[in-house]
């Protein structure tokens, strides 16, 4: 059972859900124990100063996807691809990209791989790599590395999508780790932009999914097998509504990303990580 073999998945998405849903999370996630802990000064003058020089409400903005680009998105597990940015590739494929996805783990569950197959069917996409790391137990280490650094050499992509640092699952939260690193020694041969699904981002860039919204719905609904566990199609529209209502009204579907400066790699996994373990 997957929700056994990842018990926090479930308050995760629990909570996920309850903050679209006018709940309070607090209900859904216990509080920490009230121990008395000696207090650290804090100084936020600078942090204060900087913050006055940013715009107000920052809005994310499109990202231009030319013909026939290549572009390489990581998949921790079959069905990330989808329910994170399957309505960017409908566009991407509308606008004859070469897709080529990257399955980090092997699924344990029978039927899921199939499934996964199916769906990139539909998708029109069929170059694939396998990294056949276990389920719940990626490992972030020299072979891993190795694979990702030879797809990428292999494929040349124009843009790399993967999971964020930030993101509530252990395994891609790893993935991404490694896919930084390799990315950063190889120079940045690539744009790279985190896609959010657990955990929303602090965005910058969007696709417009608004004609292609029927078809993600249709083929979310490809992956029965996730759904015994989580309801993943209200996960996925929660978070299309929120992301409706807060960026802009440039486009009324939209998936949403963030964009990974070159020149900042390890203060975003820095802070991603500090941020993460608050989770635990």
Known sequence: ????????????????????????????????????????????????????????????????????SRVLIFAPHPDDETFSMGGAIFEMQSKQCKISIVLATKPQEEGRIEEFHAVLKEYGVHVIYYLDEKDGQYQNNDNSRLSIRQIIEKSRPKIIFTPSVLDGHRDHMLASLSILQVWSEMHCPSLLFFYEFWQPLPVTHFIDITEHKDRKIGIIKKYNIPEKHLNYQTICHSLQAFRRETTGKEAADKECFMFVDPRGVQDIINSCIRLRRIMR
């Open 1 to 68: 059972n997957y929700a056994q073999r990842w018990p926090t998945t479930k308050s995760i998405a629990k909570a996920y859900l309850a903050c679209y849903q006018g709940d309070f999370v607090i209900k859904l996630l216990p509080l920490p124990q009230n121990k008395k802990t000696e207090a650290t000064s804090v100084n936020v003058d600078h942090w204060g100063h900087e913050l006055q020089q940013l715009d107000l409400h920052p809005m994310p903005t499109p990202l231009p996807i030319e013909e026939k």
